[in-house]
């Protein structure tokens, strides 16, 4: 079990490891970053080569790129183009706090809904509520975020009025956002939820539980469920990383201050270093839960064990 740890924590750095690589070769393959960052007009020559010899730009690529290494191991990724006087990695910092909110409920409707809705159309496959979970399943998976956003907006926030239509303030700003965040996660989940159970539901150690006698809430939601949950767990790690590096869309449309619409304004701005932080931080993000959902597999089924 240590060694297989210690495997996956070195792929998980191997894989951070070729994500800084490709981001850095991005961001000088797009031109010299001074030319976007130096005031139009009269420059003088001796400052701009002051700036790229204060930035170490002067210096072959490979020292570079290792500097730039050295530096992010210890969370800095230089100052910030766009935000004159702010770290990038503060800009991050600053703005994760609000993708953390609209994220955690986000994730929370989706294992409300996603996760019951999946073993009840699996359980009741002849029913009104299997051909309704299915619908839902269909619609939140066909269709695209943001027609969904702009949909939801018009028919909640400009119709009826119920809902702000943009920004940050009280809960009901996060209700749109976060729905609209969660519903292809909703389907996805209920979908493989489903799947797994029908296929658990047949086997015969279900048959002999039944016929023993325990009660079907029982052989439902402690055996069925416990047994169908490696698949579902697996994609657990799929959605916690898009929740977090998949909001740019939803923040972008729904004006929310968040480390997505950081990412979109960076782009514009040609803001390498934020830009930069955004994807680092964004690949461990997603990497962090895969590699810990490997090593949780053995629990909800203790089958699993590695040597």
């Known amino acids: ?11 998980a750095m191997l894989a951070i490891l070729v994500v800084s690589i490709i981001v850095f070769s991005l961001s000088h393959l797009s031109g010299d970053p001074l030319t976007t960052i130096m005031p139009m007009g009269d420059v003088e020559p001796e400052d ?6 204060k930035w170490g730009l002067d210096k072959p690529i490979h020292i ?18 766009a935000f004159g006087g702010q770290t990038a990695m503060g800009m991050v910092m600053m703005r994760f706090p609000a993708t953390l ?30 051909y309704q979970g299915k619908s839902i399943a269909y619609l939140g998976q066909a269709v695209p975020n943001f027609a969904l956003d702009i ?28 729905i609209t965040l969660a519903l292809f996660q909703v389907a996805a989940l209920l979908r493989l939820v489903r799947s797994s159970m029908l296929e658990v539901l047949d086997t015969e150690y279900i048959k002999l539980a039944r016929i023993k006698g325990i009660p079907e809430w029982k052989v439902v939601w402690k055996h069925s469920l416990r047994n169908a949950f490696i698949s579902p767990l697996t994609y657990f790690a799929i959605i916690i990383g898009a929740f977090f590096t998949g909001t740019v869309v939803v923040e972008t449309v729904f004006a ?9 304004n960076s782009v514009f701005a040609r803001d390498f270093p934020t830009l930069q ?9 997603y990497v962090a839960p895969n590699m810990m959902v490997n090593i949780l597999y053995a629990y909800p089924d203790p089958r699993i064990r590695y040597a």
């Open 1 to 11: 079990m240590q060694r297989f740890i210690i495997l996956r924590i070195a792929q």
């Open 256 to 264: 929310w201050p968040g480390v997505g619409q950081l990412a979109v």
């Open 101 to 130: 909110q609209l994220a955690a409920v986000a994730l929370l409707l989706t294992i409300a809904i996603g996760l019951p809705m999946g073993v009840i159309t699996a359980v009741k496959k002849v029913s009104f509520l299997n």
């Open 277 to 285: 932080a955004v994807v680092i931080i964004g690949s461990a993000i």
């Open 48 to 53: 701009i080569e002051a700036l790229r010899v």
């Open 151 to 178: 949909g939801l907006m018009w028919f909640f926030a400009v119709w009826l009025g119920w809902l702000p239509t943009s920004g940050k303030g009280g809960f009901s700003h996060i209700i749109i956002p976060a």
């Open 64 to 81: 570079q790129y290792a500097v730039f290494l050295k530096n992010a191991v210890r969370g800095d990724f230089g100052e910030s183009y």
